[in-house]
């Protein structure tokens, strides 16, 4: 009985033991709870803007930073300064059988853009030939005459040439305004003068004028497209 007895206190004492410790390791299940806490605390920071770069995938770290930089730019496009045309309405809503629509631009910027007395043979021929659709008695030289005198300028002579034999002058000598005489390559070679208005397009000398034919056709001053390779002569307006 003895001997029972011994071995039943000593199965009490293992019980014992294994009870004292399996109580000690029983901490150890909340470290593992204490870790999880720990992990979703540092996915909250993330979410707050702290940002675990060994988990983020490089191209949304990259377009991440690109929006939020964005509104932060101090990049600001400059401002465009538009000169304030100085055509009349009746210009800008017209509609023209003595000049195509697409040089109107053209026309536009020599009368905002040209000096002061050029401006003033520009404006003046303009309403001449587009508003009033005038009539003048005699040729091209007539009709840039009482252009001239209308606009309250006079002329200087800045290049004198000849007709067949030249010189003739360079594409840079010339200036909007400029009253020119030119060879008419597209007419049989005879002379012929206008008003020089731009280059539509200068390397091949190709340029818009204003030109009168005159005499009995009765018909207002054109804008038209000319050869300027043989001008041999040019007149500018001044005050």
């Given at each position: 009985m003895l001997g029972a007895g011994a071995s039943h206190v000593h199965?009490?004492?293992?019980?014992?033991?294994?009870?004292?410790?399996?109580a000690q390791f029983e901490p150890a299940v909340p470290s593992a709870k204490v870790s999880t806490r720990s992990t979703i605390q540092r996915v909250r920071r993330n979410q707050a803007g702290h940002i675990n770069h060994a988990h983020i995938n490089p191209a949304s770290h990259a377009q991440a930073n690109f929006n939020k930089a964005t509104p932060n730019t101090t990049y600001r496009y400059p401002k465009v300064h538009r000169q304030p045309s100085a055509i009349s309405p009746a210009f800008l809503s017209g509609s023209y059988d003595n000049v195509d629509s697409e040089y109107l631009p053209l026309l536009s910027n020599a009368e905002s853009q040209s000096s002061t007395a050029a401006r003033e043979v520009i404006s003046t021929a303009r309403k001449m030939a587009l508003n009033e659709r005038a009539i003048i008695q005699g040729g091209c030289w007539d009709y840039l005459d009482a252009v001239f005198k209308r606009a309250g300028v006079t002329r200087d002579t800045v290049h004198k040439g000849a007709y067949r034999q030249g010189p003739y002058a360079h594409s840079s000598d010339i200036e909007v305004g400029d009253w020119l005489y030119y060879i008419n390559h597209g007419y049989n070679g005879v002379e012929h003068s206008g008003l020089f208005v731009g280059w539509v397009d200068e390397t091949a000398r190709q340029a818009l004028m204003l030109s009168y034919a005159g005499e009995n056709r009765r018909e207002p001053a054109r804008y038209r497209v000319y050869d300027l390779s043989n001008v041999y002569q040019i007149m500018r307006p001044t005050f």
């Amino acid at each position: 009985m003895l001997g029972a007895g011994a071995s039943h206190v000593h199965a009490d004492s293992m019980s014992a033991l294994i009870a004292q410790k399996s109580a000690q390791f029983e901490p150890a299940v909340p470290s593992a709870k204490v870790s999880t806490r720990s992990t979703i605390q540092r996915v909250r920071r993330n979410q707050a803007g702290h940002i675990n770069h060994a988990h983020i995938n490089p191209a949304s770290h990259a377009q991440a930073n690109f929006n939020k930089a964005t509104p932060n730019t101090t990049y600001r496009y400059p401002k465009v300064h538009r000169q304030p045309s100085a055509i009349s309405p009746a210009f800008l809503s017209g509609s023209y059988d003595n000049v195509d629509s697409e040089y109107l631009p053209l026309l536009s910027n020599a009368e905002s853009q040209s000096s002061t007395a050029a401006r003033e043979v520009i404006s003046t021929a303009r309403k001449m030939a587009l508003n009033e659709r005038a009539i003048i008695q005699g040729g091209c030289w007539d009709y840039l005459d009482a252009v001239f005198k209308r606009a309250g300028v006079t002329r200087d002579t800045v290049h004198k040439g000849a007709y067949r034999q030249g010189p003739y002058a360079h594409s840079s000598d010339i200036e909007v305004g400029d009253w020119l005489y030119y060879i008419n390559h597209g007419y049989n070679g005879v002379e012929h003068s206008g008003l020089f208005v731009g280059w539509v397009d200068e390397t091949a000398r190709q340029a818009l004028m204003l030109s009168y034919a005159g005499e009995n056709r009765r018909e207002p001053a054109r804008y038209r497209v000319y050869d300027l390779s043989n001008v041999y002569q040019i007149m500018r307006p001044t005050f």
